[in-house]
Structures are given as structure tokens and as C-alpha cells.
């Protein structure tokens, strides 16, 4: 079955410090990637989204992922992080032709110390 | 501009009850989804539809009923409620594969906690 596995847990950073966050998927076909973002009490927020084109792209609120199709990966990244962006991020695909349901990974809580 | 609306937002019942969370979008998006959040697993796909009159199952549909009389509603169901259904539920919903991009779009949530 496909799965996505993001490997970080819980990630504590200080303000300004940089951002990296994984994510791998499981599936050798065509997929649309995703990374949602959840602040404490909220719903799930889109931030950025890969379908076809540059690898690399860019979302909301300084955040951009890149997607390696040799690796199986899609991470996000943010040069220098706010207290505001404490909450939890979940990385998602969409598989090609398989409906339009994501497969979320178990997500990631950040927590960034003013 | 209401979206994806879920009701109620929180709700507190007893097991064996049975419980219905409502969820209605104003976008006419064809597809229609009910995902459970829960600590250590992430989002966990319940029950999905294409279209009316049309579902499937997801990852974990035992337990849970849904229908789809109507594009715009999409009412999940806990038919006998049990404490391991305690969660916070999440609808949402998108145009299908291939146009608009398929991005899914979520409700905020209805909170269930089962005793």
C-alpha cells in the first residue's frame, strides 16, 4: 500500500533559525504532493503544492518544498522560521489517477522559541 | 464565502449512541471526503465520494456510514458510537483529478469525544 513518512516528530527551533522538514512517499507512479499546515486549534491549511513543472516550489508565508522524483521525497523548507509558524505540517500525495483522496503522512509539530 | 461548513463542532455522547456529523460545501466540488485525526496517526482517510449517489471506503471504515443524496452534503454517520471513535473529524472536498488542480480544501473540524 502507499504510505508517506514524514521522519521528524516533533522539531524545536529558535526564531530565525532554518527549516527543513521530510517527507518521503512510497508509490513509482505520477503523484500530486502536498504540504498542509495545522496551527494549534485550526483546520488544515493548504501551504504549497507540486503537480507538474519546476521541482521547486513555492507557497505561502516564506515556505518552498522541493520535490526529488529520484528520491521519493518532497521536504519543506523555510530559511528562517517565526514564532508564528509553531504548528504541525503534514505532507500529502495524491496518487495519479487513483481518485482525488490524499494519503497523509503522520505529520510534524514545530515548536519555535521566541 | 462559507466553503466547507461542519456541524456540530463539538459534540460529547455516550457509546452505543448513534451520531451523525454533517458536512455541507457551497462549491459544487465532485468529490467529498471524511478524514479522523488522531495523536500519532496523522489524517486517516474514513469514507470518500466521487460524486452523488457514489462512496468508498477509505482506510478506516468500520464503524462509520455515509451517504450521498445530494453534491453538497456528505453526513457521516458512527452508527453504535464506541470510545476508540473518539477524534476530531475533518470534511473536505475538491473538484475532480485533472481540473483546478485538485487541491482539497478542509472544514475546521467537529471535535467527538465518546464516554
Request: proline share 4%.
Amino acid at each position: 500500500a502507499q504510505s508517506v513518512s514524514q521522519h521528524n516528530h516533533h522539531v524545536i527551533l529558535s526564531e530565525a533559525a532554518s527549516l527543513e522538514l521530510g517527507c518521503n512517499y512510497s508509490y513509482g507512479g505520477t503523484v500530486n504532493l502536498f504540504w498542509y499546515v495545522q496551527y494549534p486549534g485550526q483546520h488544515l491549511q493548504l501551504l504549497l503544492k507540486y503537480f507538474s513543472g519546476d521541482p521547486l516550489v513555492k507557497g505561502i508565508k516564506g515556505f518552498e518544498a522541493e520535490f526529488i522524483k529520484s528520491k521519493f521525497s518532497f521536504n519543506l523548507r523555510k530559511p528562517s522560521v517565526q514564532w508564528s509558524d509553531t504548528a504541525e505540517y503534514f505532507c500529502a500525495v495524491n496518487i495519479y489517477n487513483q481518485g482525488g483522496k490524499l494519503i497523509f503522512g503522520q505529520g510534524t509539530e514545530l515548536s519555535v522559541k521566541p | 464565502d462559507a466553503g466547507i461548513t461542519q456541524s456540530p463542532r463539538y459534540k460529547i455522547t455516550e457509546t452505543g449512541r448513534q451520531v451523525t456529523l454533517m458536512c455541507h460545501q457551497t462549491w459544487s466540488h465532485s468529490y467529498m471526503f471524511w478524514y479522523r485525526q488522531d495523536l500519532g496517526h496523522g489524517l486517516r482517510l474514513i469514507y470518500y465520494s466521487a460524486a452523488a449517489d457514489i462512496t468508498d471506503k477509505g482506510e478506516v471504515p468500520d464503524g462509520y456510514v455515509v451517504s450521498r443524496s445530494k453534491t453538497e452534503n456528505f453526513p457521516l454517520t458512527l452508527e453504535s458510537a464506541t470510545r476508540s471513535q473518539t477524534s476530531v473529524y475533518f470534511c473536505a472536498s475538491s473538484p475532480p483529478p485533472g481540473t483546478g488542480g485538485n487541491t482539497i480544501y478542509f472544514g475546521e473540524g467537529s471535535w467527538l469525544t465518546v464516554v
